[in-house]
């Protein structure tokens, strides 16, 4: 089945511990995005990527990193820096630029301990 | 005004009715419209991309009015099965896209 995964579906920081939420498209798809979206919020970008080995920073890019160096992964790091973590992260996907149609992965839930 | 407004709701309608909601935008030279549909706690899904000529689908009708700046989608004979967060997406330009925080809706027996 083509689509887009993500994993953990649950994820728990410690203070001061960086994390890495996987993202993985099997779609062929050029473009990839991370979003973050709060209770009772829109989502909000946080990076994006159009091409392998390119990203561009979104709305709220900062305390958090990202690669891009195979077309179908696009991993999400959450820093230290980033003081409130906790939200409902999702990867996206899209044939070619940001306006076209994407594609949601299942989330992750992250929280802090 | 807002990027991207919605009314959030919660619209209760009950089973069968006719519902409609709106989504005005602030950037005339916006490119491209959609609306996804969130259920709890899910990803959003893609439930239509909104044409300048409208876009049918079933029971969900999609508009675009460009001269007041806003999208449209209507569903006709409601179905519990669409209880969910309806959501509004604008592309303003190339290296923009803007979620609306969403309609929630709920369809009531």
């Known amino acids: 089945d083509g689509g887009i995964t993500q994993s953990p579906k649950y994820l728990f920081r410690k203070e001061g511990q960086n994390v890495t939420l996987s993202c993985e498209q099997n779609?062929?798809?050029?473009?990839m995005y991370w979003y973050r979206q709060d209770p009772g919020q829109g989502l909000r970008l946080i990076y994006y990527?159009?091409?392998?080995?390119?990203?561009q920073k979104g709305d709220i890019a900062e305390g958090y990193s990202v690669s891009r160096e195979k077309k179908e992964s696009f991993p999400l790091t959450v820093t230290s820096a980033q003081k409130n973590p906790t939200a409902f992260y999702l990867c996206?996907?899209?044939?070619?630029?940001?306006?076209?149609?994407?594609?949601f992965g299942a989330g992750t839930r992250l929280s802090v301990l | 005004r807002k990027e991207v407004e919605q009314d959030p709701g919660p619209f209760n309608v009950p089973e069968g009715a006719t519902v409609a909601f709106n989504c005005t935008y602030s950037?005339?030279?916006?490119?491209?419209f959609f609306w996804y549909r969130q259920d709890c706690r899910k990803e959003p899904k893609l439930l239509m991309s909104?044409?300048?000529s409208g876009n049918e689908d079933g029971r969900f009708t999609a508009q675009l009015n460009r001269a007041s700046q806003y999208i449209s989608l209507l569903i006709r004979d409601s179905k519990l099965s669409d209880s969910a967060t309806y959501l509004c997406?604008?592309?303003?330009?190339?290296?923009?896209?803007?979620f609306g925080k969403g309609t929630r809706l709920h369809i009531l027996p």
């Open positions: 909104v044409y300048s």
């Open positions: 996206a996907s899209s044939i070619a630029r940001l306006g076209n149609i994407q594609y």
């Open positions: 950037n005339s030279a916006s490119q491209s």
């Open positions: 990527s159009q091409i392998v080995n390119d990203f």
């Open positions: 997406v604008v592309n303003p330009r190339d290296d923009k896209i803007i």
């Open positions: 779609l062929n798809h050029d473009a």
